[in-house]
C-alpha cells in the first residue's frame, strides 16, 4: 500500500478538532499503520496519510462510508475505509489482516456532518426534522424509543446520560406529549418542563438531548469496548489518542488511563474494574489538552473538547477480547 505524500495529503472536507494536538500525540512516522476510528469526513485520516501513515478507518454511519470515498481514491491507498463500529476494531482489522498497529485515534461523540444534517434529527435547531438520532441508520429511531419507554426509565436515562437534574419533570413532559415525531415535539415538551429564558446561552433542551443520543447509540459501552479493544491493537510504543466533548466520554477515558497505567482510579459506572496486580499496559497518559482560543474562535463547537492520549507498553492487554463475547 502507498502512502499519500506529505506535501499532497488526500483532500478532506473539514479540519477536525485539536488537529495538530492529535498529530503531535500520535508522532506518526512513515510506513506506520494507524487506526482512525471515527472516520467522519476524513480529517483525522488524511492528516495522517499525509504525515505517511497507512490508515486503517473505520465509521458507523453509511452517509461517512459513501461520502468518503473521494478522500479514498485521493490517499492513492493509504486509507482503508470500512464501516463498523470502532468498538470492534481488533475484530475488523483482524478480517482485514492486520494482527497490530501503531496508533489509534477517536474522536467521540456526534459528527458535525451529522449535527448540521436535519434528516438526521440530532440538533434541536431544525425543528421540523424527524426524532431519528441513530448513528448507524439502523434500529430503532429516537422517537420510536420516546414513544414507548417507559417514564421512570427515561427519568434515569436523563439524569444518568445527561446529568439533568429535573430530569422527573421532563421525563413526564415527555409522556405526556406523545406521540412524538420532530426535533420540535421534543424540544417543545423539554421548553413547556423546565421553561426557556431570554439569553439562555444553551438550550434547556441540550442535555436532553445527549442523553437520548447517548442511550440509543450505546455510546459509552461503545466507549469501553474500544479502549480495551485499542488496548488490544496497539503495538509496544503504540500511541492512543482520544478526543472528547463532555465530561461523561473524559471521565471514562481519564479512568481508564489511570487505571492501566498502574495510577488510582479504575473502572466506571458502567463496568467496575477488579483491582489486581497487572503490569501496566500504558505509560503515565500525557497532559490533557483543550482547544485554545484561536480554535475555539474558528469552531465554537470545539470549545469543550479535551484530547487525552498514552503510550502502550508491552505488556499484554489486561481484556481478552476472544473471552468477552463468552
Known amino acids: 500500500m502507498s502512502a499519500a505524500s506529505p506535501a499532497n495529503p488526500p483532500a478532506a472536507q473539514h ?66 475505509l470500512v464501516q463498523g463500529n470502532f468498538g ?32 438526521r434529527g440530532f440538533a434541536f435547531r431544525f425543528p421540523d426534522a424527524p426524532l431519528d438520532m441513530r448513528m448507524n441508520q439502523s434500529g430503532e429511531t429516537a422517537a420510536e424509543f420516546l414513544n414507548r419507554v417507559d417514564e421512570t426509565v427515561l427519568a434515569d436515562i436523563l439524569y444518568t446520560y445527561g446529568e439533568e437534574r ?73 500511541r492512543l489518542a482520544i478526543v472528547t466533548f463532555h465530561s461523561l466520554e473524559d471521565r471514562i477515558v481519564k479512568n481508564f488511563l489511570r487505571a492501566r497505567s498502574g495510577q488510582e482510579g479504575a473502572g466506571s459506572r458502567h463496568r467496575p474494574e477488579a483491582r489486581a496486580a497487572q503490569a501496566p499496559t500504558f505509560r503515565k497518559p500525557a497532559r490533557a489538552v483543550r482547544p485554545g482560543e484561536a480554535e475555539i474562535a474558528a469552531n465554537p463547537r470545539a470549545r469543550s473538547a479535551t484530547l487525552r492520549s498514552a503510550v502502550r507498553t508491552a505488556a499484554p492487554a489486561r481484556i481478552s477480547r476472544q473471552g468477552a463475547d463468552s
Open 166 to 238: 429535573q430530569s422527573r419533570r421532563i421525563a413526564r413532559a415527555i409522556v405526556a406529549a406523545r406521540p412524538l415525531a420532530t426535533v420540535g415535539d421534543l424540544v417543545g415538551a423539554v421548553h413547556r418542563a423546565i421553561g426557556r429564558r431570554p439569553g439562555d446561552k444553551t438550550d434547556p433542551a441540550t442535555r436532553t438531548f445527549q442523553a437520548i443520543r447517548i442511550h440509543l447509540n450505546g455510546e459509552l459501552d461503545a466507549l469501553e469496548r474500544g479502549l480495551d479493544a485499542a488496548e488490544a491493537v496497539l503495538k509496544p510504543g503504540g
Open 88 to 119: 470492534e476494531m481488533d475484530r475488523l482489522l483482524a478480517h482485514e489482516g492486520v494482527d497490530a498497529v501503531d496508533g489509534v485515534t477517536l474522536d467521540i461523540g456526534v459528527s458535525s456532518m451529522q449535527l448540521d444534517r436535519p434528516r
Open 15 to 80: 479540519r477536525p478538532v485539536l488537529l495538530d494536538e492529535v498529530l503531535d500525540a500520535l508522532a506518526i512516522a512513515p510506513g506506520e499503520w494507524h487506526v482512525d476510528g471515527t472516520f467522519g469526513a476524513g480529517g483525522y485520516s488524511s492528516a495522517m496519510a499525509g504525515r505517511g501513515a497507512r490508515v486503517f478507518a473505520i465509521d458507523q454511519d453509511p452517509d461517512a462510508i459513501a461520502e468518503g470515498q473521494p478522500v479514498i481514491a485521493a490517499s492513492e491507498g493509504a486509507i482503508r
